[in-house]
């Protein structure tokens, strides 16, 4: 009889869909992270470029600068936009701990990425499938790919843990 492997030590379960972006999410919860300590609800972004290589990242940081817009997938946009030196996102993946809201949902649309990666979904204000599906709705002419749940428990755990120590 051999012994239980430790719970970490186990393989991924195979999951083609969701996998290849578990990376760029953990550097999503890094940023996740890097808010938490600045006071702001932790969520965290990254842009990736067509080819996979990280181009901009963004953490929420509302709190931190006082703006309204200043969600993480707006930041990460923007810079990820001036790193490549024009507005389309052409190929581009945008990889975040939460599910957009409406802005979000609505700024996505606007730099044309061509996928949006998320990790929990938000019940009360999703617009990428929970509430609203801004980024797929069938009226819109350009609409990126969804791909939700990626490491979604350990983005769900952050603001969990958040809202319970405040
Ligand atoms: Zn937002």
């Known amino acids: 009889m051999t012994e239980a492997p430790h719970p970490q030590d186990q393989p991924q379960p195979h999951d083609p869909?969701?996998?290849?972006?578990?990376?760029?999410?953990?550097?999503?919860l890094d940023e996740a992270d890097r808010a938490a300590a600045a006071g702001d609800v932790p969520v965290g972004a990254v842009v990736l470029a067509p080819d996979g290589t990280p181009l901009a990242t963004g953490h929420n940081e509302r709190e931190a600068s006082g703006d309204p817009t200043a969600h993480a997938e707006i930041l990460a946009l923007r810079r990820a936009a001036a790193?490549?030196?024009?507005?389309?996102?052409?190929?581009?993946t945008l990889v975040v701990t939460l599910e957009p809201c409406t802005m979000c949902a609505g700024a996505l649309v606007q730099s044309r990425v061509a996928r949006v990666v998320y990790g929990a979904p938000d019940e009360k204000a999703g617009a990428a499938g929970s509430?609203?599906?801004?980024?797929?709705?069938?009226?819109?002419?350009?609409?990126?790919e969804?791909?939700?749940?990626?490491?979604?428990?350990?983005?769900?755990?952050?603001?969990?843990?958040?809202?319970?120590h405040r």
């Not at 797929?136 to 002419?141: A, I, S």
């Not at 969804?146 to 319970?164: H, K, N, Q, S, Y």
């Open 146 to 164: 969804v791909i939700p749940g990626v490491l979604e428990a350990d983005c769900a755990a952050r603001l969990t843990a958040f809202f319970r």
């Open 83 to 92: 790193a490549l030196g024009e507005w389309r996102l052409s190929g581009c």
């Open 17 to 28: 869909v969701r996998n290849p972006w578990r990376a760029a999410m953990r550097r999503a």
């Open 131 to 144: 509430l609203w599906d801004v980024v797929r709705d069938r009226r819109l002419n350009h609409r990126p």
